[in-house]
Each structure stands twice: as C-alpha cells, then as structure tokens.
C-alpha cells in the first residue's frame, strides 16, 4: 500500500447546507437567561450584537441550514478540505490501528475558523452592517475574521489576548495585512479594560476579558457588531462542513471512524467535525466515541461546574448554561492561547451532560511532543491546539497496540503551527514547562458563580 493516502472531494462536494445538532439530540439544551431577570432571552435581547440571520441561526431547530451562494463561492479557495490517512504515524507507532485527520490548516488563514468567519462577515454585511469587533486568543481567530472582513468590505477591529499578543507577533501583522486593527487586551480603550488594568497593570489578559471589550463596544455603537469564534450554537454549525465532508470521504475510504478526537477551546472545532457522525449515531448509525481534549492548565470539561455563567469577566453577555471555570478565572499563560477560555459550547457541555461525549486534559509538553512526533512522520506542523488532539489519537493508537485492536481513529487536525514557532523554539531549548492554574484563584472564581434559580 502507498504511503501517502488522502482522501479529495471535487468542488462541487461542498455541503449545501450546516448541520444543526439540536434537531437530533435527545433534549434541547438549556435557555439562554437574561441576567437581570433571570428569564430566557428573546431575539431581541441580542439584536445590538449580531444580525438576524444569525440570532435565527442560534435558536433554530431545523436539522439543515442552507449555505448561502456566496459562502460556499468562498469556501471553494481551499474547500473541500482532504482527508488523510497517517499511514507514517501508524508505522512510527507500530500500531494496527487506522489513523486518520481532516487537514483545517489549508484555509487562508492557517485554521479551520475561516468556516464561520466566513459565514458572519456575509451576514453582517447583508444587513447593513460596516464593522466588527471581535477577541482572539492565538490570533487564529482575529485572522480569520480579519481575511473575511477584507472580501466582504468590512471593517474589523480585533481585541488580542495581551500574552499572545506578545508571543505571536506575526499573527497580528497577518491581521493588520488584511486591514484589521488589533489592540492587546485588556487596552485602555474600553471601560472594561481599564477596570481590568487599574486592578492588574500587568493582567496577561484572557478570552473573557477580550470578549468584555469587543462586546463593550459593539453594545455602544450603531454600525458596530460582534463576532465570536467559537462556543455559540451558530459558530458550531457553521463548523460542520467538516465533519459532512469527512462522512463522504469516509465512504471513498470504506471504512468509518470508531473513535472522534477534536481539541476543545470553546468547542467549535470539534463539534464541527464530531456532530455529523453524533447526528448518524443518533439517528440509529453506528456507534462511535467521541473525545473532547483539553489543557490540564485550563481543564473546562474535566474540572469546571456545568453552571450558569457569564461568556465574558465584565458580564456584558446573557447567562448560558455550560461547563465553566468561572468568568473570572485566568489561566496561565501557556502556549495554545486558542485554548484558553474559561467556558465551553453550551452545546458540547449538554452534549457530555447526556453522557454523548468524554473529555480528557493534557499537559502542554507531552502535546508539543506529539505534534513533533506527527510532524516528523506526517510532513504537517500543527497549531499548539491541535497537538492536543494529536496526543490523544497517538495515545488511542498506543492502546490499540497494547490491546491488540485495529480501531479506526480521526481527529481534527484544526490548525497548522506556522505562527507558533516561538513555541516550538521554547519547547526544544528545554524552556516549556507544564503550567498550573492556581486551585485558590478557580475556587473563588467558581464561588462567584451568578446563583440562577432556574438553573
Ligand atoms: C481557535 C482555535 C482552537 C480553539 O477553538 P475551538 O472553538 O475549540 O475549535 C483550536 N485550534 C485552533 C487551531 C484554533 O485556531
């Protein structure tokens, strides 16, 4: 058999349509709640932030959401995205299991986020709408939606997580090239900033607070709306062009994945390639399990409340149920900046509140030696992100070996590295070390929970 095995999709493969989840899971998941009177929002309650379109899209219940024309026009520069079987990885590991990835590093901005970046810039745009302002983690985000704004003649103005924002320079010279304005975070720019600052002049700054000021000042202008890049129903949705692809290419392959693995910042990723096939499994397909991957330093899933909670630290959003740290948490500063929120998708946390999905943390020096190990067998450097995922599917594969399995394994490989390389310089000087949050700072901001009745 060739070593090199990949799975490719004409054009015209592209899915027609998102898949909803909500449509197939056994219960809807719990209501978004207004923080003042603790009662579910309506439309309205969102409409300073986001379009129509999109609020419909994060309440709908249909199973299938048509993608418009001009998003797939532009989803064709580099989808569908291949299929690869790590036919390399699996002779370095020695392992009678089938390792399989879904390659996201080959969109335009390095991730797979230009899938619903994409998808808001369109829609802001059909309403009338000429700016955005947004948060990044890594940079992943604030890339994509600062490539989107560029076709679609919108202006993007991107709050950088302050650590990042220092350790990957580069992705916010790419965001400034596509002419996106980006200001580390917390700035002095917002109200919600300078409280963070005047508290903490050296705040590494987070996702929360990043969010608190994009929110802050898409609620206080007219022409001023706000994307997020991930955890929202209609960000999932749009990520499941992924998965879709990979259930068509799973065909071409024969064969059909026994095991899921995407890494979970705020979800999007791998709900986008996970859901399609939890959707089949739902339905009365075939089995399949699903791992969610997490940073031990920021481990959401595997030590967080399913609680109500704020999106962001200033409390500017409404409450969603989900698994959380608190908003107030800030994690280390360690290097999957993509992976540093404080909560997860409310649709993942019902998810693994069913008992549909599991979740796992790892250090960040056993993901780092992964993503090496898949580099030197595969040829592809991946985002630090996705060395979470990596990791898991080598250790599924090691199990396999031990066991004596052949399963099939696929995971998300969400992001390429190329921006991060001062990480992967840091981690062979020896210099990387496994970072802990402080258990007393994640007791007092899980303490500080907002007490809902309905919860
Ligand atoms: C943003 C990002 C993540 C984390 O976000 P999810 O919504 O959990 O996917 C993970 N990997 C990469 C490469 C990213 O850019």
Same mark, same amino acid.
């Given at each position: 058999m060739s070593d090199t095995i990949k799975y490719v999709l004409p054009?015209? +493969?592209?899915?027609?349509t998102w898949y909803n989840i909500v449509a197939d899971l056994p219960s809807p998941p719990p209501p978004v709640l207004h923080p003042g009177t603790g009662q579910p929002i309506g439309p309205n309650d969102l409409a300073p932030l986001f379009p129509m379109a999109l609020i419909g899209q994060e309440v709908s219940t249909d199973p299938a959401i048509e993608i418009p024309g001009p998003v797939r026009e532009i989803y064709r520069?580099? +989808?569908?995205?291949a299929l690869h079987r790590a036919r390399r990885l699996e002779r370095a590991l020695d392992t009678p299991a089938r390792i399989y990835y879904k390659y996201e590093g080959v969109s335009p901005a390095g991730s797979h986020k230009p899938n619903t970046a994409v998808a808001q810039a369109f829609y802001n745009k059909e309403a009338g709408i000429t700016r955005i302002s947004t948060e990044t983690g890594a940079g992943q985000w604030g890339s994509a939606l600062a490539f989107a704004g560029a076709l679609f003649g919108l202006e993007i103005e991107v709050y950088m997580v302050r650590v990042s924002f220092e350790q990957k320079p580069y992705r916010r010279s790419m965001m400034e090239s596509f002419g996106a304005r980006c200001v580390p975070s917390p700035?002095?720019?917002t109200a919600a900033g300078r409280a963070i600052l005047a508290e903490r002049p050296d705040s590494p700054g987070s996702l929360g607070i990043a969010i608190s000021e994009a929110v802050e000042v898409a609620a206080t202008r007219d022409d001023t709306n706000y994307a997020l890049g991930s955890v929202l129903n209609h960000v999932l949705l749009h990520q499941t062009v992924v998965g879709q692809e990979a259930m068509v290419q799973f065909e071409m392959a024969d064969d059909y994945p026994d095991i899921l693995i995407g890494c979970t910042g705020g979800g999007s990723n791998f709900a986008g390639l996970a859901f399609p096939f939890l959707g089949e499994k739902l339905r009365g397909g075939r089995e399949v399990r699903l791992i969610a991957v997490e940073p031990t330093a920021c481990?959401?899933?595997?030590?967080?409340?399913y609680a109500y909670d704020f999106g962001d630290t200033a409390h500017l959003t409404p409450l969603v149920k989900m698994h959380t740290l608190g908003s107030t948490f800030v994690p280390p /500063?360690?290097?999957? /900046? /993509?992976?540093?929120?404080h909560g997860m998708a409310p649709l993942i946390s019902h998810a693994h509140d069913l008992g549909l999905l599991e979740a796992r943390a790892y250090n960040q020096t056993e993901c780092f030696e992964a993503g090496v190990a898949l580099a030197r067998a595969e040829g592809i450097l991946p985002a630090p992100e996705a060395n979470h995922a990596v990791k898991a599917a080598i250790d599924e594969a090691l199990r396999c070996k031990e066991e004596g399995t052949a399963r099939t394994i696929l995971f998300n490989?969400?992001?390429? /590295?190329h921006f991060d390389m001062q990480a992967y310089t840091d981690y062979f000087a020896g210099k990387l070390v496994d970072q802990t949050y402080d258990e007393a700072e994640l007791a007092m901001a899980l303490a500080g929970l907002p007490s809902v009745a309905a919860g």
């Open positions: 054009e015209n +493969r592209i899915p027609e520069q580099w +989808r569908p995205t700035s002095e720019e481990p959401t899933l595997t030590r967080g409340k /500063g360690f290097h999957a /900046g /993509g992976l540093r929120y490989l969400c992001g390429h /590295g």
